[in-house]
């Protein structure tokens, strides 16, 4: 096996906060097998197009959570790169509802000192890899990435969501308001940032530490004007996560350097994909194996039986 081969048989991790992040992404797996590492579930599939196995997770909300599966995942599974996928708050007028945005760069705005009368930022901040970022722009641009949204490109009377690349916020605080004082601290010191979700630093920094190339894929859900609750109750966060999870994917099915799955004639399966993933499906149950020269392999366990979500 060669160094390029190697590279392309090596699993891409996608990890969600919530549930309804986690079902957009599950949505695209074929033949999802359950597996366990250290309490933390994970589901193994092939996605359409792509030349590598995805494993999925649901770490949970906050940065916390983010960076420890992430690096549950690295040690284990030795990915090529770990996506966050999921919802985020729009700081921007432009970014919209149901848009998508791709991380940039990722600020963590909570470092600050503070002294009388000020609070002095003390930021930190990770730049999102070239050749993911390349890799993403390129398979999305124009509309043809739209025909992975589960349900149709575009629902009667909406507007199909644009793809923007652009910094995000990543804190510990859920913001709703147009007038808080964290706003006003994102306005002036972040002034670039067009999203604040509570994931991303958590993935870039374990990531960056454990030498992964990492990528924050996410929908916009809201505005985060103080209207986010009826923005929610109106199905916001279950549309952008499934126009996130349609880019995220259609971005790991482009790894490999060819064109994006979508632009292909019927829309086939890379060539070699049998190689990337082994599963004995004959019972519908599987458990992690191993992973050898970067091969993720899902065997069936002697007596082993298939929970639900295997079935």
């Not at 990915?79 to 791709?102: M, Q, T, Y």
């Not at 025909?147 to 009377?157: E, N, T, V, Y």
Request: with cysteine; aromatic share 6%.
């Amino acid at each position: 096996m060669d160094e390029s081969e190697f590279e392309s048989t090596r699993p891409v991790v996608v990890l969600t906060a919530l549930s309804l992040e986690y079902e957009a992404v599950r949505a695209h797996l074929k033949g999802p097998q359950r597996l366990v590492h250290d309490g933390t579930w994970f589901e193994a599939g092939k996605v359409s197009g792509a030349g590598c196995p995805v494993l999925l997770a649901e770490a949970g909300p906050g940065n916390r959570p983010a960076a420890f599966v992430t690096e549950q995942a690295r040690i284990r599974f030795m990915p090529r790169a770990v996506f966050f996928v999921g919802v985020a708050g729009s700081l921007k007028a432009d970014v919209r509802i149901g848009d998508v945005l791709v991380g940039t760069k990722i600020y963590a705005y909570d470092g600050a000192k503070h002294v009388d009368g000020a609070v002095l930022a003390r930021p930190d901040s990770w730049v999102a890899p070239h050749g993911l970022l390349q890799t993403a722009l390129h398979a999305l641009k124009g509309e043809a990435w739209q025909q992975r949204i589960a349900g149709g490109r575009d629902r009667a009377g909406q507007q199909s969501p644009k793809v923007h690349f652009k910094p995000i916020a990543a804190g510990e605080t859920v913001l709703s308001s147009l007038a808080s004082g964290l706003r006003e601290m994102l306005f002036r010191n972040y002034n670039d940032a067009a999203a604040i979700e509570m994931e991303s630093v958590g993935l870039a920094a374990t990531g960056a530490l454990g030498g992964m190339e990492t990528l924050t894929v996410r929908g916009i859900s809201d505005h985060t004007d103080g209207y986010k609750a009826a923005a929610d109750a109106a199905g916001s966060q279950e549309k952008a996560a499934v126009h996130a999870a349609a880019a995220a994917i259609e971005t790991i099915a482009a790894l490999d350097g060819t064109a994006p799955p979508s632009a292909r004639p019927g829309g086939e399966t890379a060539a070699g994909v049998s190689k990337a993933i082994q599963m004995n499906t004959a019972s519908g149950g599987g458990v992690i194996n191993a992973v050898q020269k970067g091969t993720l392999t899902i065997t069936q366990t002697p007596g082993h039986v298939p929970g639900p979500a295997e079935r």
